[in-house]
């Protein structure tokens, strides 16, 4: 059986958003493990002599949050994808009113997660970013991220990694 054409939209937005969030989970993952496990997010740099240090972060939790809260939507829309896959190609079943009013509750709960999220993320990094060039080492945190951090080894792409979470949350 051919889908509606709505349905085919619907499945795309859902591989769409499963995509997004996945890869915003993990950038912010792979962000703060090269803080060895410190979360940036709001945090404060240091000059420690010719080179820069994550003088305090945020609590690890919040960054937690912020991966968690895209992780559970990459999740959820990756499980409606299958399942209407399964449901309107294999089963040839519909969608009755009450599992489309339960559909869109949780929709709603999980965008309202991922706006907070976004938020977060976006004025956390932007905090960090004018921690940063306030030090007047650079002028922006795209060339931080060439500095030398202590200990070696840390802050590896951090910039590119959050600004690239911030893109996949679309904000």
């Given at each position: 059986?051919?889908?509606?054409?709505?349905?085919?939209?619907?499945?795309?937005?859902?591989?769409?958003?499963?995509?997004?969030?996945?890869?915003?989970?993990?950038?912010?993952?792979?962000?703060?493990?090269?803080?060895?496990?410190?979360?940036?997010?709001?945090?404060?740099?240091?000059?420690?002599?010719?080179?820069?240090a994550?003088?305090?972060?945020?609590?690890?939790?919040l960054?937690?949050?912020?991966?968690?809260?895209?992780?559970?939507?990459?999740?959820?829309?990756?499980?409606?994808?299958l399942?209407?896959?399964?449901?309107?190609?294999?089963?040839?079943?519909?969608?009755?009113?009450i599992?489309?009013?339960?559909?869109?509750?949780?929709?709603?709960?999980?965008?309202?997660?991922?706006?907070?999220?976004?938020?977060?993320?976006?004025?956390?990094?932007?905090?960090?970013?004018?921690?940063?060039?306030?030090?007047?080492?650079?002028?922006?945190?795209?060339?931080?991220?060439?500095?030398?951090?202590?200990?070696p080894?840390?802050?590896?792409?951090?910039?590119?990694?959050?600004?690239?979470?911030?893109?996949?949350?679309?904000i």
């Open positions: 059986m051919a889908l509606p054409w709505l349905q085919r939209v619907e499945l795309v937005l859902f591989a769409a958003a499963f995509l997004c969030g996945a890869l915003a989970a993990a950038t912010l993952t792979r962000t703060q493990g090269s803080f060895s496990g410190r979360c940036p997010l709001y945090g404060v740099a240091a000059l420690n002599r010719s080179s820069l994550l003088a305090s972060g945020s609590a690890p939790s960054c937690y949050f912020v991966a968690g809260a895209s992780g559970l939507l990459a999740l959820y829309c990756l499980l409606l994808l399942f209407w896959v399964y449901s309107s190609c294999i089963e040839d079943t519909q969608r009755g009113r599992g489309l009013r339960i559909a869109l509750a949780i929709s709603a709960i999980a965008i309202f997660l991922v706006l907070v999220s976004a938020c977060v993320l976006r004025f956390g990094t932007s905090s960090l970013c004018n921690s940063i060039t306030s030090l007047n080492r650079t002028i922006s945190c795209s060339e931080a991220q060439k500095i030398p951090w202590t200990p080894g840390t802050a590896l792409h951090f910039y590119s990694n959050l600004h690239n979470a911030e893109v996949r949350f679309g």
